[in-house]
């Protein structure tokens, strides 16, 4: 609430005249507060994804931790999005807040659930964003980020899908080929010496697809670290 005083022997244009710069002060005053808000270095908030060591097949579990190294308390809020491992599409959105004392830890708890692909039978977990806000005089509200992130990803996640198909389709015909070349006639010994005379005549054809595999991704990682990491999609243990 801002009160204005008005001495009784003031005529209306000296009210005026007065008004005027008292106005234009606390215009400055405000104008002053508001840069001083934007201006804080949020920097003493230190946040961490730690995966859990997992405890079911069915999901993998996960703790967002922020602690608060600022001299005061803050006001801090998420946005997390979960996305199919698969399509890459955000199936939910979850956006906690709250408050953290200076010196103190806040985190949050997450599952990213076991997702099979039919189409290859192999299964992954979850994949999610997380960005954060900060704030010293309100609530705080995060900007989630996922679908401008992906965005920057959609060519580079073709082409680890498509390499991935042709890797599982190598690795297939080669375990065709073993299983005809090297049938088990009791002599366990010849059927070890074929099945490793054709792995090594095709190592170089399967390293080459895990090479290309680790620098997709390695190209992935390096698009905006800061705001794009993603977390979690990893393969499910059989």
């Known amino acids: 609430m801002i009160g204005l005083i008005m001495s009784p022997r003031m005529n209306s244009k000296n009210k005026i005249a007065c008004l005027v710069p008292l106005l234009a002060a606390l215009s400055v005053s405000f104008s002053a507060h508001s840069a001083l808000a934007a201006e804080v270095d949020f920097s003493c908030m230190k946040e961490r994804v730690r995966g859990i060591i997992q ?31 698969w399509t890459h599409k955000t199936l939910e959105t979850h956006n906690p807040t709250g408050m953290i004392e200076a010196e103190k830890k806040a985190r949050v708890n997450i599952q990213m659930k076991k997702t099979p692909n039919a189409a290859n039978n192999l299964a992954r977990f979850q994949e999610f964003y997380v960005n954060f806000d900060y704030a010293i005089n309100q609530p705080a ?98």
């Open 141 to 238: 509200k995060a900007s989630c980020i996922a679908s401008q992130c992906e965005a920057k990803k959609r060519t580079l996640r073709a082409q680890l899908s498509a390499n991935g198909s042709a890797w599982q389709q190598a690795e297939q015909a080669l375990a065709d080929r073993i299983g005809q070349a090297c049938p088990d006639t009791g002599w366990e010994s010849a059927k070890e010496d074929c099945e490793k005379e054709i792995l090594e005549a095709n190592q170089e054809k399967m390293d080459a697809f895990a090479q290309k595999d680790e620098a997709l991704k390695q190209q992935m990682a390096d698009i905006d670290p800061e705001l794009c990491e993603v977390h979690g999609g990893k393969l499910a243990p059989d």
């Open 55 to 85: 405890v079911s097949d069915r999901y993998k579990e996960y703790d967002i931790i922020m602690r608060n190294q600022c001299p005061g308390a803050v006001y801090w809020s998420m946005c997390i999005e979960r996305l199919d491992p």
